[in-house]
């Protein structure tokens, strides 16, 4: 079974831009949960989709949005990018609905905002 | 607010070493506890604890929680190289809507 997968695995863009980041859930699973990952903060979390619908959401500015496709696959969208966005963004899948899960992680996308 | 705290940050032993990795958290409805273990990007389950005092172990790792003292702790036997990671310790608070509270890591170096 292949693993969760994200796309791309690098970005580099500047101050205002805008980014969007593509996350594959493990065949199967309908969860998926977008983390942001900095030195300073460790893992946040961003939000998470089931069945195409946003069922929980951390405390991040409406900047970062997300949505869920019909085949679970998910993005991240960060508009009007600011230096502190710059991290790594973690996506990851499971079965199920909630946070009491084991969560499967993609390897993520390193994002550097110059 | 939710709060999960790990100890040390980082950390540098010799193979062969025994390790103890601390969590500790104070978080609203507390359901369960996870580790995680992140080497170089993808973070992976190790284990979820929800009942106080029981031990759960995979090889040489072994992880109990305690309940009334709010922690947990990771432990690694005869460690090496290949454990050389940030572990993750989250915990699942039920306020409301379900909530995975990630603490910052133990950085874990396992020197030949």
């Known amino acids: 079974k292949a693993g969760v997968t994200q796309t791309p695995r690098y970005l580099i863009k500047t101050r205002g831009q805008q980014v969007t980041l593509s996350c594959s859930p493990i065949s199967g699973h309908r969860s998926v949960s977008w983390y942001q990952q900095t030195p300073g903060q460790g893992l946040q979390f961003l939000f998470e989709y089931f069945s195409e619908t946003q069922r929980n959401k951390g405390n991040f500015p409406g900047r970062f949005s997300g949505r869920q496709f019909s085949n679970s696959r998910s993005e991240m969208n960060v508009s009007t990018l600011e230096l502190g966005d710059s991290a790594l963004y973690l996506c990851?899948?499971?079965?199920?609905?909630?946070?009491?899960?084991?969560?499967?992680f993609g390897s993520g996308t390193q994002l550097s905002v110059l | 607010e939710d709060k999960v705290v790990q100890s040390p940050l980082s950390l540098v032993v010799h193979e062969g070493d025994t390790v103890t990795l601390n969590c500790s958290y104070e978080?609203?409805?507390?359901?369960?506890l996870l580790w995680y273990k992140q080497e170089k990007k993808a973070p992976t389950f190790l284990f979820m604890l929800?009942?106080?005092?029981i031990e759960k172990k995979s090889g040489r790792l072994s992880s109990i929680l305690d309940k009334k003292e709010l922690f947990s702790i990771l432990n690694i036997t005869a460690t090496q190289t290949g454990d050389s990671a940030i572990y993750l310790c989250?915990?699942?608070?039920?306020?409301?809507?379900?909530?995975?509270?990630f603490g910052k890591g133990t950085k874990l170096t396992v020197n030949p």
């Open positions: 990851a899948s499971s079965p199920r609905q909630g946070a009491n899960e084991k969560l499967f």
């Open positions: 989250a915990v699942v608070s039920q306020g409301g809507s379900e909530k995975l509270v």
């Open positions: 929800t009942s106080s005092g």
């Open positions: 978080v609203t409805n507390f359901r369960s």
